[in-house]
């Protein structure tokens, strides 16, 4: 069965600190890696990664696959309060039509 | 087979006309999407509908108009488009439960469609 699993499911920081979220996933017929930013509302797209190793880089923002060990990270360094969402990722498989599997989303919670 | 059908496959328009994209899906699900996807770009999420009703218009341009008349269909209505409205549009059911747009979403195989 076709899984995507994120760690930690929450995390509280401070403004300044540096985060690091993962995600895993088991699934046949991969496509591509997304990780998207919700905050009460459906999820703003961040990133698509579909080759290993090639960091993506928006501002404080950056994140990498690892197609061989099946995991990605995403980063966010120099937090900020505004940063405070649940950060999900998802993986797109391709099954005829296609499918986009989501993790349980992590959580963050950035303090003053 | 898959549970979500789309018709047309292709369709090419001229920047007058209007058509519109069906969407049908066989799995029971509540909610419904559309998503556009341009050239090596990621997935796009134009609307989304939980139970009949629209939750979600990612400030995408009036003249794209979704219909949801039940939980099974779903269309997507095109009048004055421009080229660069070109793309493959991929259309997606969900359960429906959570957040919108969280739980797994199954997709259609989508219309290529290209406006001149």
């Known amino acids: 069965e076709d899984k995507v699993v994120q760690s930690p499911l929450s995390l509280v920081v401070h403004e300044g600190d540096t985060v690091t979220l993962n995600c895993s996933y088991e699934?046949?017929?991969?496509?591509?890696l997304l990780w998207y930013k919700q905050e009460k509302k459906a999820p703003t797209f961040l990133f698509m990664l579909t080759s290993s190793g090639i960091e993506k880089k928006s501002g404080r923002l950056s994140s990498i696959l690892d197609k061989k060990e099946l995991f990605s990270i995403l980063n966010i360094t120099a937090t900020q309060t505004g940063d405070s969402a649940v950060y999900l990722c998802?993986?797109?498989?391709?099954?005829?039509?296609?499918?986009?599997?989501f993790g349980q989303g992590t959580e963050l919670s950035v303090k003053p | 087979e898959t549970g979500v059908t789309q018709t047309p496959r292709h369709l090419v328009m001229g920047m007058t006309n209007k058509k519109s994209l069906k969407c049908e899906q066989h799995l029971g699900h509540n909610a419904m999407y559309w998503y556009k996807q341009s050239a090596k770009k990621p997935l796009e999420l134009m609307f989304v509908?939980?139970?009949?009703?629209?939750?979600e218009n990612n400030s995408v341009p009036s003249r794209f108009s979704p219909e949801c008349p039940n939980s099974s269909h779903l269309f997507l209505h095109l009048h004055t488009l421009q080229p660069e409205d070109s793309a493959l549009y991929l259309c997606?059911?969900?359960?429906?439960?959570?957040?919108?747009?969280?739980?797994?979403?199954?997709f259609g195989p989508g219309t290529r469609l290209t406006v001149l």
């Open positions: 997606a059911s969900s359960q429906g439960a959570g957040p919108p747009g969280t739980d797994t979403q199954y």
């Open positions: 998802a993986v797109e498989v391709l099954y005829q039509g296609g499918k986009l599997i």
């Open positions: 509908y939980n139970f009949k009703e629209q939750t």
């Open positions: 699934v046949t017929n991969f496509r591509s």
